[in-house]
C-alpha cells in the first residue's frame, strides 16, 4: 500500500525520537528525513528498535514529505515551520511558537479531544504543550459546561519528569540535582505555558485566573496535575461529567482513584479523576490528571494531530 512520506525536524531530541520510533511502525506513514543538529551525520537507535540517520538540517528535503513534524526548540521551530509551510508541506509544530496566547497568527491549536474538527485537513497544527495538554483536557467539561464560578481562580499544582527540559545539558537536572529530591520551579504565576492555558481558557468563554506552579519530578517521563476548581453550583456526581464528555473518546480515561503515572506512560491517553471537596465554603472540585509528557503531551498528540490532518484514522499507529 502506498505511504505517505513524512519528515521529523529535531528527529535527536526527546520528543523528536519518540515520534521517529511511532513513524517508523506506522501503517501508512514512511519516514523520509529526520533531522538534528550538533548530532547530524550520527546514527541512532530508536526507542522499542530500529534507527534512523539525522541529516542536517539544511540538506533536508522538505517537499519530498506530505507532512514535517517539528520538534525543534521554541524561537527555532517557527523558520523551519515557515519554510516547511511556503514548500507547500503541512506541519505540525510541536514546539510553543504558533500556540494561541503566543502569537498573533490564526493556526489551529490542536488540543485535539477539544478542536478536533478544526484540526481535520487542517495545513498547520500547533501541538500543545505537555503540561496544558494535563491540565485543559482535565478541565474540558467544567469549562465547556459553564461550570467554573466567574472571576474564579483555578489553582494548579504539577509535577513533570526531567525530559520535558529536553536534552540539553543543565547543571540544575544532573542526576544528583534531581534524584531523591522535589522541588518547584517557575514560581509566580511564570511559567511560559500559561499564556496558552490563559488563552484556551478566553476561548472557552470562561472569565477566571489560573495559578500554575511546576515541580521537578525525580523521573524520566510522566506529568501529573492537582487542580482546584471553584464551581458556580455542586455537582451532585462530578465524575458522570468527564464519562459524558468524553464517553467516545479513545485516548481519555475517566477513573475513581487517583490517577498514577506509571498507567499512563509510554502510552497515549489522559487519566482524570474529579472529586468534591469537603469543609469548604465554596463548591469546589478536585481534579487530577496524569500523561506521559512524551506521548500524549507530544510525539503520541502530534500523531494523533497528524492523521486527522491526512484523512486516516486518528488513532493509527498510536499504543492504546
Ligand atoms: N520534552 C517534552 O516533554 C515536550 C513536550 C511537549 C512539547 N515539547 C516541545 O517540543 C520541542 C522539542 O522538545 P525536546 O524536549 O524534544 O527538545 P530537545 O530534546 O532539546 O531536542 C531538540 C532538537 O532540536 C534540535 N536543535 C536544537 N537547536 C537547533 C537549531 N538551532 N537548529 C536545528 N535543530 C536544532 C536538536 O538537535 P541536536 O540535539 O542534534 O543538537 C534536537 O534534535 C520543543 O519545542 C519543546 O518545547 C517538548
Excluded at 85 to 104: K, Q
Excluded at 115 to 123: H, I, Y
Aim: with cysteine; hydrophobic share 45%; glycine share 10%.
Amino acid at each position: 500500500m502506498h505511504k505517505i512520506p513524512v519528515g521529523v525536524l529535531g528527529a535527536s531530541g526527546y520528543a523528536g525520537r519518540d515520534l521517529c520510533a511511532l513513524v517508523q511502525r506506522h501503517p501508512r506513514l514512511e519516514l523520509v528525513f529526520a533531522s538534528a543538529n550538533g548530532r547530524r551525520g550520527e546514527t541512532a537507535e530508536l526507542p522499542g528498535g530500529g534507527q534512523v540517520t539525522f541529516v542536517a538540517p539544511d540538506d533536508v528535503p522538505l517537499s519530498s514529505a506530505a507532512l514535517v513534524f517539528s520538534a525543534l526548540p521554541h524561537g527555532t521551530s517557527a523558520e523551519w515551520v515557515r519554510r516547511s509551510r511556503d514548500a507547500g508541506v503541512r506541519a505540525v509544530d510541536l514546539s510553543a511558537d504558533m500556540r494561541i496566547g503566543n502569537t498573533d497568527a490564526d493556526v489551529i491549536y490542536g488540543l485535539t479531544e477539544a478542536r478536533r474538527d478544526e484540526v481535520k485537513g487542517a495545513e498547520l497544527v500547533a501541538n500543545p504543550g505537555c503540561y496544558p495538554t494535563s491540565i485543559l483536557i482535565g478541565l474540558l467539561p467544567l469549562l465547556e459546561d459553564g461550570h467554573v464560578a466567574s472571576g474564579a481562580t483555578i489553582s494548579v499544582s504539577a509535577a513533570s519528569g526531567v525530559t520535558g527540559a529536553g536534552l540539553t545539558p543543565r547543571a540544575d537536572l544532573l542526576f544528583g540535582e534531581v534524584t531523591e529530591n522535589f522541588r518547584a520551579y517557575g514560581i509566580g504565576n511564570t511559567h511560559r505555558h500559561l499564556n496558552e492555558m490563559r488563552a484556551f481558557v478566553a476561548e472557552e468563554g470562561v472569565d477566571a485566573d489560573l495559578i500554575f506552579t511546576p515541580h521537578l519530578l525525580p523521573m524520566a517521563r510522566g506529568i501529573l496535575a492537582t487542580m482546584t476548581v471553584p464551581l458556580t453550583a455542586p455537582l451532585v456526581d462530578p465524575l458522570a461529567l468527564w464519562q459524558r464528555r468524553f464517553h467516545n473518546e479513545r485516548f481519555i480515561e475517566i477513573v475513581n482513584t487517583p490517577p498514577e503515572t506509571r498507567h499512563v506512560a509510554h502510552r497515549n491517553v489522559v487519566r482524570i479523576t474529579a472529586h468534591t471537596l469537603a469543609h469548604l465554603r465554596q463548591p469546589t472540585l478536585l481534579v487530577v490528571s496524569a500523561i506521559d509528557n512524551l506521548m500524549k503531551g507530544a510525539a503520541g498528540q502530534a500523531l494523533q494531530n497528524a492523521n486527522l490532518m491526512l484523512g486516516l484514522d486518528e488513532a493509527m499507529g498510536l499504543p492504546a
